[in-house]
T-cell receptor
Framework: EAQVTQNPRYLITVTGKKLTVTCSQNMNHEYMSWYRQDPGLGLRQIYYSMNVEVTDKGDVPEGYKVSRKEKRNFPLILESPSPNQTSLYFC????????????FGNGTRLTVT | DAKTTQPNSMESNEEEPVHLPCNHSTISGTDYIHWYRQLPSQGPEYVIHGLTSNVNNRMASLAIAEDRKSSTLILHRATLRDAAVYYCILRGLQSDYKLSFGAGTTVTVRA
């Protein structure tokens, strides 16, 4: 089944403890992206990747890192999480053409205390 | 970047059509119009997209104004499962990689 898989689904951590949220897709998509969703603010893009080893900042990249060493994986790294990074996170992927739909994962609910 | 404007919320009765408007007055000729929806506790899912002509698929229809400055997503017979947040976004040459979603339209379906 074609899908975008995020892990974990839920995560509670403390301020400053490094964490990684994984994202994997099995559709051979070139493009992958991370979003955070907060009440009333829609989905804001954190980082995106156009292909392996090619990443760039979205609208809200501060406090996050990403890497794209393999086409299928696009982990989101929080080196020193803070409470304002408490949010619902979504990973998405698609082919590189402009009419290609985005496929989203089921989300990761992160709480930083 | 071309922006979209949607109403915050809409209500409908079950088995009645729902027409969701989206204004995009600064759309460029190469921008695709995409619609997604997000069911409660799930990630967004693709609904439909178009460039100039009206489009139909098993989920919905997309009606695009002749001047392309607005579009309407049509759910022909709303069901309770259609209760969701609906997002209208534009994807163009300048905005196809750096892409965020607005607050969308929250659709409530009454039984």
């Amino acid at each position: 089944e074609a899908q975008v898989t995020q892990n974990p689904r839920y995560l509670i951590t403390v301020t400053g403890k490094k964490l990684t949220v994984t994202c994997s897709q099995n559709m051979n998509h070139e493009y992958m992206s991370w979003y955070r969703q907060d009440p009333g603010l829609g989905l804001r893009q954190i980082y995106y990747s156009m292909n392996v080893e090619v990443t760039d900042k979205g609208d809200v990249p501060e406090g996050y890192k990403v890497s794209r060493k393999e086409k299928r994986n696009f982990p989101l790294i929080l080196e020193s999480p803070s409470p304002n990074q408490t949010s619902l996170y979504f990973c998405a992927s698609r082919y590189s053409t402009r009419d290609s739909p985005l496929h989203f994962g089921n989300g990761t609910r992160l709480t930083v205390t | 970047d071309a922006k979209t404007t949607q109403p915050n919320s809409m209500e409908s009765n079950e088995e009645e059509p729902v027409h969701l408007p989206c204004n995009h007055s600064t759309i460029s000729g190469t921008d695709y119009i995409h619609w997604y929806r997000q069911l409660p506790s799930q990630g967004p899912e693709y609904v439909i997209h178009g460039l100039t002509s009206n489009v139909n698929n098993r989920m919905a229809s997309l009606a695009i104004a002749e001047d392309r400055k607005s579009s309407t997503l049509i759910l022909h017979r709303a069901t309770l499962r259609d209760a969701a947040v609906y997002y209208c976004i534009l994807r163009g040459l300048q905005s196809d990689y750096k892409l965020s979603f607005g607050a969308g339209t929250t659709v409530t379906v009454r039984a």
